[in-house]
């Protein structure tokens, strides 16, 4: 029998590039939206599931149990891009934030577990962020709530280590997707101190991901995961120079790596 796959956030991007990278190698593929009807020309079903809403959470992975039988690799991939100065960022959108990023793949991870561990197998694939590694301007609530998922990840992998399921993150650097266009964007207020560093700084992660890699890189570092007897903790996926930024913070005084940022960044 093929393995059952759930990708949470499957109708574009990364999540697309996957669910139809592991359809092609013979899985059984599902993947969710808020508004599955917008798209019926996909080549896995699209289910509906908003991770901010752990009733549909629920229905899914029910639906697919009763169906399938089982579920065998749960991909927390859904996610949402907010970018600003935190200090003229909104509570209600830093929240919300969280609760996409962060509280919906603790709900859907919580929902599958007693599925995965009454059939004493299961993975479940968190996709983080390399930007998670780091506080990066502009963009510290998004770094904030990718790195809170690597570190429950840590966690969670040694408490479910008795249960034969494994779990695992995957930290993409900046690749060629849409979460520019869906992501929250501060407003450049004109009174703002902030006005002239974020507007620069605004433009500059929008190229970044105008011209990121190729998703299929991730959908082949995925299925590479879904293969490997023992997975590690922790994977990078990405350009080599955003790899290395992770290496480089930790071997360089925080002062040194700190003004490389905001080298980068122009700031």
Do not use: W
Not at 60 to 73: H, M, N, P, R, Y
Not at 177 to 192: Q, W
């Amino acid at each position: 029998m093929s393995k059952v796959v759930l990708i949470t956030g499957g109708s574009s991007g990364i999540g697309k590039s996957t669910g139809e990278y592991l359809t092609k190698k013979g899985y059984t593929v599902y993947g969710t939206s808020r508004n599955p009807a917008n798209y019926k020309d996909s080549v896995f079903p699209i289910i509906e599931l908003d991770v901010k809403d752990i009733s549909t959470i629920e229905k899914a992975i029910t639906s697919i149990i009763e169906k399938e039988g089982k579920l065998d690799v749960l991909i927390n991939n859904a996610g949402a891009g907010i970018t600003g100065p935190i200090e003229e960022t909104p509570e209600i959108e830093i929240k919300a934030n969280f609760e996409t990023n962060f509280f919906g793949p603790i709900n859907a991870i919580k929902t599958a577990l007693p599925y995965m561990r009454n059939q004493k197998a299961g993975l479940i694939i968190n996709i983080t962020s390399i930007a998670g590694y780091m506080g990066l301007p502009y963009r510290g609530i998004y770094s904030a709530s990718k790195g809170a998922l690597e570190l429950l990840t840590e966690a969670f992998r040694m408490e479910l280590k008795g249960f034969n399921i494994d779990m695992v993150n995957v930290a993409p650097g900046d690749f060629a997707t849409n979460i520019a266009s869906g992501r929250y964007h501060a407003p450049l207020l004109e009174d703002s101190p902030y006005k002239e560093s974020y507007g620069n700084t605004l433009k500059l992660m929008n190229n970044h991901v105008d011209s990121g890699s190729n998703p299929n890189l991730m959908a082949q570092q995925i299925f590479k995961i879904i293969n490997t007897k023992k997975p590690k903790g922790h994977y990078k996926v990405g350009e080599f120079m955003q790899k290395f930024s992770i290496v480089l913070k930790r071997i360089l005084p925080d002062k040194v790596y700190e003004r490389l940022l905001m080298n980068h960044y122009n700031l």
